[in-house]
């Protein structure tokens, strides 16, 4: 991380390219953790991101890119048109809801996504109504409580969802 400097009070003479002055050191796990990102190395991506998470549970900013890449391995190997067909052929397996939600994430449907598991917790029960709600709680997590989709697909979902999710996500 390196913050530029570029105006004379900081030692550079107005019009200069801006110098790199050194920000504070990145933890070395969690830049490991990145360098196995670029390389394109999810799982080792996602195993010293959780390496970092053990040796700091609160450090958000492991807790965000972990959910980014685990949400990147979920649906790296989908066919879209595949899951889209088994999503609207199996309305009540959750299986086929969460994987047709986490590709609208993914690429950035994110109502969609959060209407979809709204609308399949309400109308569920059990384990799959918990796996579903437990999916959404994490999108919500990775979307962070500052985006506002957060807050009203949270109330969707304590509102029973069905039909409420749409209106209060646009």
């Known amino acids: 991380r390196r913050v530029a400097v570029c105006d004379a009070a900081h030692g550079g003479a107005a019009g200069e390219v ?3 002055v050194p920000g504070p050191p990145m933890d070395p796990a969690l830049a490991a953790a990145y360098a196995a990102l ?5 799982d080792g991506a996602v195993r010293a991101f959780r390496d970092v998470l053990a040796a700091n549970p609160g450090d958000t900013e492991a807790k965000l890119a972990l959910a980014q890449v685990e949400l990147m391995l979920s649906t790296q190997d989908l066919d879209p048109a595949a899951v889209a067909a088994d ?4 309305p009540d397996d959750v299986a086929a809801q969460i994987a047709q939600a986490e590709l609208d994430l993914a690429t950035g449907r994110v109502e969609p996504a959060i209407d979809r598991l709204v609308k399949f917790v309400a109308r569920s029960a059990g384990a ?3 796996q579903a709600r437990l999916k959404l709680i994490s999108f919500f997590d990775l979307l962070g409580p500052d985006d506002p989709r957060t807050g009203a697909g949270r ?9 409420r999710a749409v209106r209060l996500l646009r």
């Open 155 to 163: 109330l969707a979902l304590a509102l029973g969802g069905a039909g």
């Open 87 to 90: 999503a609207e052929a199996r």
């Open 38 to 42: 670029e390389e394109n190395d999810l």
């Open 18 to 20: 801006p110098a790199e």
């Open 128 to 130: 799959d109504r918990d």
